[in-house]
């Protein structure tokens, strides 16, 4: 008997190969591991031109979200946005299939960006060209349409991967208990909030400071699209505010992404009631994940540690958000 295997590593001579009879790349071609995770991305000189390869874990995501986000990358970045755009195969498709020995894995060729992701390090300044940054996306989005159908929220992530997490904690029946309570009067108030009919569009899905980039012309890039879909506008900025809150814990920050976001899109009113709402479901959304990633990866920045940092944020944002 074989062995199962959860991830391999694919040959990039044999990725060579495969590129080469798919995309009208120059010569000669080279491809290189760069890293691993739940995408592995390999660099590829083809010529003079540099390109950015990535081989997604088998079964990680439908084929129909490989769609969306590769038609989606390639309106926005057709419209001037600094983005990972696909290249275009021979045939006009955006990514291909290749089976592996655990399974089917997707493949997608994207333009090379070249500049320093920014860190925990993050000053008031960058946090507010960061949350402009974002606006531009979502305006850039606003024409987008699909065949590939995506619709994300944060309150159908939860439901997907809170049993995850139940299930980590079935020894620690305290927390168990508290994110059976959490869960149950966030779910509430989004069946609520989605009658209020807030803006809805193509979004990022885990804009965080580690997905943005400074280019080497100062302009910003926006990295790692794997979460995109159809969602609410607000919801999105706190993919970025989590991060913040685990990491920078500088409230200033936070205001100056949501000024610069304002700078470009304003919120409106509805909106803004609901932004304690976002808050606490993001902070169960990235809780329940923990359980996912400790098992699928193993330990990756943010998730290699302590755990109670993510249910102390929870308990307070529940509380701020008049749940708890």
């Known amino acids: 008997m074989v062995f199962p295997v959860i991830h391999s590593t694919l040959d990039p ?9 798919r995309y009208a790349l120059s010569k000669p071609l080279r491809c290189q591991l760069i890293s691993r ?3 592995d991305f390999y660099e590829v ?3 003079t031109d540099r390109y ?3 081989v997604a874990k088998a079964d990680f995501r439908s084929r129909e979200a490989y769609a969306f986000e590769a038609a989606y990358l390639h309106h926005i970045h057709d419209k ?3 983005v990972p755009g696909p290249v275009p195969a021979k045939d006009g498709s955006l990514f291909f299939e290749v089976e592996a020995p655990e399974g089917i894995r997707t493949i997608t060729l994207m ?3 070249d500049g320093a992701l920014f860190t925990n390090a993050l000053a008031v300044d960058d946090a507010r060209v960061i949350g402009r940054s974002l606006a531009e996306l979502h305006l850039a989005g606003a024409d987008f349409t699909s065949d590939a159908a995506r619709s994300i929220s944060a309150s159908e992530m939860v439901e997907e991967r809170m049993p995850h997490l139940l299930g980590m904690l ?6 168990h208990d508290f994110y059976v309570t959490a869960t149950k009067a966030v779910q509430s108030a989004y069946a609520d909030m989605e009658k209020a009919g807030l803006p809805r569009g193509p979004v990022h899905g885990d804009y965080q400071f580690a997905n943005v980039m400074r280019t080497q012309s100062g302009d910003l890039a926006a990295l790692d699209f794997d979460s995109c879909g159809i969602g609410y506008l607000a919801e999105d900025l706190f ?3 989590w991060r913040s809150d685990m990491e920078i814990k500088d409230e200033s920050v936070n205001e100056a992404f949501i000024s610069g976001y304002e700078d470009l899109r304003p919120l409106s009113d509805d909106e803004r009631a609901y932004l304690g709402l976002f808050r606490v479901a993001r902070d169960l959304v990235m809780s329940s994940t923990f359980a996912i990633l400790i098992n699928r990866v193993g330990p990756v920045p943010g998730f290699d540690g302590d755990f109670e940092p993510f249910t102390a944020l929870t308990r307070k944002h529940l509380a701020a958000a008049g749940l708890a």
């Open 80 to 82: 001037g946005c600094r």
């Open 170 to 175: 079935k020894s620690d029946p305290d927390h």
């Open 239 to 241: 993919t970025f505010i």
């Open 13 to 21: 001579r044999a990725l060579e190969q495969e590129l080469s009879e």
């Open 45 to 47: 000189a083809a010529g």
């Open 52 to 54: 950015a390869l990535r």
């Open 111 to 113: 333009h090379w960006l």
């Open 37 to 39: 995770a739940n995408n």
